[in-house]
């Protein structure tokens, strides 16, 4: 048997081809291997971007006597968590459970049935800080299959129960209570940090759905204060742009150096929303400098976006990154005093010895800011760049447009909408399968993969901001497609809800529901915010109603841990409403639509066209005012006498 992944698709698993482990990918291949063999799978779960993932295949996926060992005793199965998601929320579930604690790489032993019975995640080639060494992990497990092998299987079914999870959850009979959202506000500002923003201590991870939930209820100091103190740390790229996925410290000051598309599509809107509230061009200029990374550096040449960039180049942790004071005076020339003040540079550096950029100091006058970049990213440009994962996920690539589309709206872009219409575009022609149902992964050319709801839910929202961007009826059609396919397919009819897989995905050994906002909104969450948009532009309540059943799944405990739900608190204040509908009819409304995109306006849909238009429901029966463009303000398709001038249509905003 050899190892079966040199012809995958995802660049993690092709990272392993070479080991002498004989790995092969989730399947049927693998779990009749194990049936046929009785031998347990040992499940091993990472990320192309995972910093230990690297570190343990070095240190013993590589070692030819820890492989004999692992190829001997169990059947051995790699998984991209990024393309299997419902595989790694079944195994992380269980490893948590077991061990107090997850995260990745996830190694999983489970019986040829697919039921876990012991897991950890980075074990060591020797026993060190408490951990046993991988081998020992190894031994014991197979003695355990040899020995206890009847007790194994006799728990099966109540472990198989277990990871159901919030599957089983049932809807709350009481009303939503809109005095809940004001509790979550209260609770993230008990875990607010005053002095370096965000919530908790370390490490601290971009919270962009709290922080858009908080604008979105008029709570300015948190939000803002944390946009600012990311902006000015280390977790953000002081040179190129973009930001790391976290700091290991509650200063933003250190990161864990990968930059992951997700993380950077629901920041880059979270800094225009911002921007947006306050009027603080410093956010504006952090949103934009984001969005320029990810199309320089993340977009393929079909126009769909790669999905990380490695912690590592040569082989260390954010050696791309970080600088030498004597690097940056030698860069910089007669820039360079400004730069290290700027930047705080020293000697001794703040990470290993070396700099990692900060922006915290005397700041430069913009043509000198502008020109130290520039210098800095010709220079870095130069060195070994960090491992790329080239793959193209539907769900990530919804969240960059979904950013796109609105910026390029917001703040007059065109590139920026330009690029949200040709990776949509491409997304909807290269992820689909030849019977038309979304596809999860790509390499740009061909899709694979059920896609999971979160792809079907993140993309139905990115297609109605992409409408409301462009005002073009092809992406709300498309849109209130994918939302049918979506309640068709992934729907709980009993509970209300939505589950992650369709009911035609492969068997697993659960079917479950994700519901938490961590590290990016859950599916249900996102559903709820997309079928709650739609529902304002449509007028029809059986979205809605689809809606409001994951609010009653969730709008009991959502508000008790707001870090956790984030979006699904979104979804709350939209709900408590009332949401507003503006249609805009003529053949220029772009004044009138530039009032609209001039605030924050949570809990507004918007809809224009140069006439009365049937296909989408908030335009029929609106016709311009005596040949000039006009607005109409509506609430539940109820409308207030239309307005011709942006200034009335700006006080029936309420605008002062």
């Not at 002498?20 to 192309?48: C, F, M, N, T």
């Not at 370390?202 to 008029?218: N, Q, W, Y």
């Amino acid at each position: 048997m050899a190892n079966a992944l040199a012809q995958e698709t995802s660049p993690y698993l092709r990272q392993h081809a070479e080991n002498p482990v004989e790995w092969l990918p989730w399947g049927q291949h693998a779990l009749r291997r194990a049936r046929e063999e009785d031998k347990p799978l040992l499940v091993s779960i990472g990320y192309s971007a995972c910093h230990w993932c690297h570190v343990m295949e070095r240190e013993s996926f590589e070692d030819e006597g820890t492989a004999a060992l692992m190829n001997e005793r169990f059947v051995c199965v790699k998984v991209d968590r990024e393309e299997r998601p419902d595989v790694d929320a079944l195994y992380m579930e269980a490893v948590q459970a077991m061990t107090g604690s997850g995260g990745w790489p996830l190694n999983v032993f489970c019986t040829p049935d697919q039921v876990p019975f012991y897991g950890g995640t980075y074990f060591p080639p020797e026993p060190r800080h408490g951990l046993p060494a991988w081998r020992q992990v190894l031994a014991a497990v197979a003695d355990a299959w040899t020995n206890q092998h009847e007790e194994i299987r006799a728990s099966s079914e109540e472990v198989r129960a277990r990871l159901q999870g919030a599957a089983i959850l049932r809807p709350s009979d009481a009303d939503l209570d809109p005095g809940a959202l004001d509790e979550a506000v209260a609770r993230l500002r008990e875990q607010y940090d005053p002095e370096w923003g965000g919530f908790g201590g370390a490490p601290k991870f971009p919270p962009a759905s709290a922080i858009e939930f908080l604008v979105a209820r008029g709570e300015r100091e948190m939000a803002l204060s944390t946009l600012r103190a990311m902006a000015s740390g280390g977790i953000h790229d002081q040179v190129g742009g973009g930001f790391a996925r976290y700091a290991v410290d509650r200063t933003w000051t250190v990161p864990h150096f990968e930059k992951m598309l997700y993380d950077n599509a629901l920041l880059a809107r979270a800094y225009v929303h911002g921007w947006q509230a306050s009027g603080d061009d410093a956010l504006r200029e952090v949103a934009e400098r984001t969005m320029d990374w990810a199309l320089r550096e993340l977009r393929g040449p079909e126009g769909l976006f790669y999905s990380a960039l490695d912690a590592d180049s040569e082989g260390v942790e954010g050696k791309f990154y970080v600088w030498t004071t004597i690097e940056l005076i030698a860069a910089l020339g007669p820039d360079s005093e400004a730069a290290l003040d700027w930047f705080g540079a020293t000697d001794e550096g703040n990470f290993e010895g070396v700099n990692v950029l900060e922006a915290r100091g005397p700041e430069p006058d913009a043509e000198t800011r502008e020109r130290i970049r520039a210098r800095l990213l010709e220079v870095r440009a130069q060195r070994v760049r960090p491992g790329l994962d080239d793959k193209r996920l539907a769900a990530w690539n919804a969240l960059m447009i979904n950013a796109l589309a609105e910026a390029g709206a917001v703040l007059g872009r065109d590139d920026y909408l330009n690029s949200a219409r040709t990776a949509a575009t491409v997304l909807l022609r290269v992820h689909r399968d030849p019977d038309g149902r979304l596809l999860r992964a790509s390499d740009g050319v061909s899709g694979r993969l059920n896609a999971y709801l979160e792809d079907h839910a993140f993309l139905l929202e990115a297609l109605l901001t992409l409408y409301e961007a462009s005002f073009e009826v092809r992406w709300f059609e498309e849109a209130r497609a994918l939302a049918d396919t979506m309640i068709g397919r992934f729907a709980d009819d009993e509970r209300g809800g939505f589950f992650s897989t369709s009911a035609d995905h492969e068997t697993l050994v659960a079917r479950r529901k994700d519901l938490e906002d961590t590290p990016i909104p859950g599916g249900n969450s996102s559903a709820a915010l997309g079928l709650l948009r739609l529902a304002a532009l449509t007028g029809e309540r059986g979205y809605e109603e689809r809606a409001l059943g994951v609010l009653r799944l969730l709008h009991e405990v959502a508000p008790k841990h707001p870090t956790a739900f984030g979006h699904l608190l979104q979804a709350l204040d939209w709900a408590a409403g009332p949401p507003r509908e503006v249609a805009l009819v003529g053949a220029d409304v772009s004044a009138l639509a530039a009032v609209v995109r001039s605030r924050l306006r949570p809990r507004l849909v918007l809809a224009g066209a140069s006439g009365p238009d049937e296909r989408v429901p908030l335009l029929a029966g609106r016709t311009p005012l005596d040949g000039d463009a006009a607005a109409y303000v509506c609430e539940r398709f109820a409308c207030r006498r239309p307005v011709a001038s942006p200034s009335e249509l700006a006080a029936l905003l309420g605008d002062a």
